[in-house]
């Protein structure tokens, strides 16, 4: 069986790039072509603030394209795990899960705000501290890149 992995690139990215994917054998000793995955990720300005019982993400851009398919994502996932990984030099430094609380996106002006709160004083403490823990990495240079339902929303650039 082939499987499939996913690139994660931006618009700026997309030139000079090979669609070329690699064999894998099967069961028959034939090489299976497998071809790559690819999706472009908006890049945006990310701000994230803790609020009563959890935390918000507020995801911007000025690129109205950019701001479009970051909106599209969130309308088509919603619903789904959210999740922030901090990336430095193309590394996942941390990856926070919000699994212990509900993610909600609402549309702004020029992109998203997600929203993720629990009505449990334990869950919400969690998703405060990885609040914390993310923006002290972006601070300190990593990128986020959120997820919904494993697919790449956006990332802050």
């Known amino acids: 069986m082939a499987s499939m992995s996913t690139m994660m690139m931006d618009r700026g990215a997309m030139t000079g790039m090979s669609g070329m994917g690699t064999g894998t054998m099967g069961a028959t000793g034939m090489g299976v072509p497998t071809g790559m995955n690819m999706m472009m990720v908006p890049r945006c300005t990310m701000k994230m603030e803790k609020c009563d019982g959890g935390m918000v ?4 851009s000025d690129d109205p394209m950019a701001c479009s398919m970051m909106q599209n994502l969130c309308t088509m996932m919603a619903g789904g795990m959210c999740s922030c990984y901090m990336m430095m030099n193309g590394m996942t430094v941390c990856c926070c899960n919000m699994m212990m609380g509900m993610c909600k996106c609402e549309m702004i002006d020029k992109g998203v705000k997600i929203t993720c709160t629990s009505g449990d004083k334990s869950f919400g403490a ?22 919904m ?6 990332c802050s650039c």
């Not at 993400?57 to 911007?60: D, E, I, K, P, R």
């Not at 969690?126 to 997820?147: F, K, L, N, R």
Request: overall charge negative; hydrophobic content about 40%.
């Open 57 to 60: 993400m507020t995801c911007t």
């Open 126 to 147: 969690m998703i405060q501290a990885c609040c914390d823990c993310m923006a002290s990495m972006m601070g300190a240079g990593c990128a986020c890149c959120v997820t």
């Open 149 to 154: 339902n494993n697919t790449p929303v956006c």
